[in-house]
């Protein structure tokens, strides 16, 4: 009698698990997304050097992205403006951002100039030539001759790595 338990319990934690097919891999996204933030924080206060892509070395803005994405096997173009038509265009709606997105920055109408990686609770992380080293900025900060206007959002990660290696890659 112990016996035809046994098998009932484990084919109702079979059919849960198939009512779920992809918390696996929901679970694997959160990851990668988690590794690239850490990896782009570990980065902060390297020096800003233009053409920089190295923490030894320095960064600039796109050189940054383009590290932290290479670490975790992401292949990223490298100017500012290749990256900006990478992975998918994302309504630019704070709401909507997730961790690992890329952040778009222009001056003026010219396109975009600059990019960060949004860490998640508004902020993200970038090499700023004003502050001469990578930080972690605010997304709601207020505007100045400095400070270059939001543009849009690339989601780079999607919902598994394989997918995240086609967005990079521009398809």
């Known amino acids: 009698m112990l016996w035809a338990i046994v098998p009932v319990r484990a084919q109702r934690a079979e059919r849960t698990d198939q009512a779920k097919p992809f918390t696996a891999m929901s679970a694997s996204v959160h990851t990668f997304r988690d590794s690239l933030v850490a990896v782009a924080r570990a980065q902060i206060g390297a020096k800003y050097v233009r053409g920089g892509t190295t923490p030894e070395r320095g960064f600039d803005c796109s050189g940054l992205v383009r590290y932290v ?18 992975g998918l265009a994302i309504e630019k709606d704070s709401r909507r951002l997730r961790p690992g997105d890329l952040l778009t920055f222009g001056k003026d109408s010219k396109g975009v100039s600059h990019v960060g990686i949004y860490v998640g609770d508004g902020r993200y992380v970038h090499a700023s030539p004003t502050a001469g080293h990578v930080i972690e900025s605010d997304l709601g900060r207020t505007s100045s001759s400095l400070v270059r206007a939001w543009r849009g ?19």
């Open 69 to 86: 994405m290479a670490s975790l096997a992401v292949h990223m173009p490298r100017t500012a403006r290749q990256q900006a038509k990478s």
């Open 153 to 171: 959002v690339r989601r780079i990660v999607s919902g598994s790595a394989a997918d995240s290696l086609r967005l990079a890659d521009g398809g």
